[in-house]
């Protein structure tokens, strides 16, 4: 668990917002669909393909090599995700450490085969026409 926890920190370190307010709204339907499609990558081992929907800020800290061999190191021990469920919205004008923009984070309450009681949080920045992921953070 404490590699889960360093990994996260290290490969996704922006996870709170800026300090600007942030208003709590349902999802566009494209946001939670870009959201939903990293995870079902996530939840197939297909870390190639998660790593290709994260923002051009992430590729450029982070190479797929390096994404893949820490998210394989962690992930499927969660073992199959058996529910996953919105949990919260909010969208914000800007990101700790990061650019001002359009980022929402959607949060998850989720249930795995070998964790219960999950919160999986995915914060999408808005790039060109496209939803982004910013950052992803299990706990």
């Known amino acids: 668990m404490a590699q889960l926890t360093i990994f996260l ?8 917002p800026s300090s600007g307010q942030a208003q709590q709204h349902a999802a566009e339907p494209a946001i939670q669909q870009a959201a939903e ?5 996530l939840d197939d081992n297909e870390f190639q393909l998660a790593f290709s929907q ?11 090599p390096e994404w893949f061999a820490k998210l394989t ?5 969660l073992g199959s995700p058996l529910q996953r469920q919105v949990k919260t919205v909010s969208y914000h004008s800007g990101w700790v ?23 999986e949080s995915v914060v999408l920045v808005h ?3 496209s939803w982004m992921v910013s950052s992803y953070h299990l706990r």
């Open 54 to 64: 994260t923002s051009q800020i992430n590729q450029s800290y982070l190479n797929s």
């Open 73 to 77: 190191a962690v992930r499927p021990h």
């Open 97 to 119: 450490g990061l650019p001002d923009g359009e980022y929402v984070r959607i949060s998850f309450a989720s249930v795995f085969a070998n964790k219960q009681d999950a919160l």
């Open 9 to 16: 920190y290290l490969l996704l370190s922006c996870t709170f």
């Open 127 to 129: 790039e060109g026409n």
């Open 37 to 41: 499609q990293f995870l079902h990558f």
